[in-house]
């Protein structure tokens, strides 16, 4: 059995493999405390481990192969970004440097549309990758996320923000400040669209992944959800063959 973590800034999504690869559970923490109570409640141990996390995550990368280590037998790696995977070549002067959870989530979707694509992950940030045709990197965007977005207002101001999807302006404040990051989603994502299209071709293809997803979709219909993409790139960075 393989367990598979993607530590982001929100929140550590897990998973497990069994001998042939199949996906047979699948779990989300919002800290190590909560994934060691679920992994220690599943009482199971694990072969292999291997981790894509954040940047913020992996200067505590010892305590988490620590705690890690409890339960997993095997080997216990921690992905990295390089110059190359499966195809993409890395643009960052200092490849290691560009975010390991970029670079699966690239590698995975170049693998699996083996053409242009832009990779759009929108978690605590919204991360944006655009990879060419031929498989180079050409750089990303890295933009607050939409819990984000409001966080820093309502936490600045103090006003009050409501849950609701809405658009074009409101008669509350709640709805008012709703509509605002709305709106800056939306302009956002159909500039990353039409640029994508120019830099990459008409026939790029959109790939996107994070706990909004859903939010990006509403804004660019044509785009494919694919919320296992970093666990797909874990597998090509780290195969455990
Ligand atoms: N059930 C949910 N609980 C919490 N957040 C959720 C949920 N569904 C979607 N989200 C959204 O997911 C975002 C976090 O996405 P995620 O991809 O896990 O981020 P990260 O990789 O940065 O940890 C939150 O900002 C929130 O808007
Ligand atoms: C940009 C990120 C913080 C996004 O993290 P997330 O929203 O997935 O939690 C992460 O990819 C990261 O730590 N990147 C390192 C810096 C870079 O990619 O240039
Ligand atoms: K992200």
Redesign the pocket.
Known sequence: MILELDV???WIKWRVLDDKRGVIVTGRAASLAELEGQLSGSAASFVDCRVCA???ALSNAEHYAGVLRQYVSGRLVFAASGEHLAGVQNSYAEPA???V??WLAMAAGYSRVRGACMII?A???I?VDYVRDDGLHLGGL?AP?YQQMKKTLVGSTGLVVSDEFLAGPQTCTANCVAAGVETMLSGFMKQVHDDGLVRLGQRARFLVS?GDALLVQRHIESCEVMDDLVFAGLALACPFE
Request: net charge neutral.
């Open positions: 982001g800034n929100s954040v940047q913020s440097r560009l975010g959870d970029r992950d978690g605590t940030a991360t890295i996320g994070g």
